[in-house]
T-cell receptor, first 112, second 108 residues
């Protein structure tokens, strides 16, 4: 059963530190999404890639967040510097055009 | 612009009672609607999509274009149905817009 794999599952760090979250999409999927889930805002789309090219990152704070796909098997989401308000669960999802998205288990991030 | 509204943050029902989780959407074109479920601290899983018109785990949802709704229903709630349910809309492109979610709690 193919799955989206996210690492790390949990991350606790102090404010000001750089945080890197990784996602391995399902093999063959050409669209990758990053979402942030919080109690207050629910699920928010941060960034969206197709064929490794960023199509939409309007939901992402540009000053501290960056998202990349160095190759088809890896997507990264970086926060530098991190702030306590970045504490959330970050989900990666992958899919094919006109097919449902498949979600990873998420990275639970706590910034102290 | 596309928008999904789930008016209830929390819905509490007794085991065996009917369930209806509300979802309304706003989109000028022809939307594709989904329901995702998230069990405690787990990943989101696709529950239903309107184009497949199937029943999963006893849940059904019908797209009502006149009322712009895609409510999720189940005739008899089970304890294992307790979870967070998200309604989502896909308009142009592959981007999903999610509602804020409804926490379903099934009590014994």
């Amino acid at each position: 059963d193919a799955r989206v794999t996210q690492t790390p599952r949990h991350k606790v760090t102090e404010m000001g530190q750089e945080v890197t979250m990784r996602c391995q999409p399902i093999l063959g999927h050409n669209t990758v999404f990053w979402y942030r889930q919080t109690m207050m805002q629910g699920l928010e789309l941060l960034a969206y890639f197709r064929n490794r090219a960023p199509l939409d990152d309007s939901g992402m704070p540009k000053d501290r967040f960056s998202a990349e796909m160095p190759d088809a098997t890896l997507a990264t989401l970086k926060i530098q510097p991190s702030e306590p308000r970045d504490s959330a669960v970050y989900f990666c999802a992958s899919g094919l055009p006109r097919q449902p998205q498949h979600f990873g288990d998420g990275t639970r991030l706590s910034i102290l | 612009a596309q928008r999904v509204t789930q008016p209830e943050k929390l819905l509490s029902v007794f085991k065996g009672a009917p369930v209806e989780l509300k979802c309304n959407y706003s989109y000028s074109g022809s939307p594709e609607l989904f329901w995702y479920v998230q069990y405690s601290r787990q990943r989101l899983q696709l529950l239903l999509r309107h184009i497949s018109r199937e029943s999963i785990k006893g849940f059904t949802a019908d797209l009502n274009k006149g009322e712009t709704s895609f409510h999720l229903k189940k005739p008899f709630a089970q304890e294992e149905d307790s979870a967070m349910y998200y309604c989502a809309l896909r308009g142009g492109g592959n981007k999903l817009t999610f509602g804020t979610g409804t926490q379903l709690k099934v009590e014994l």
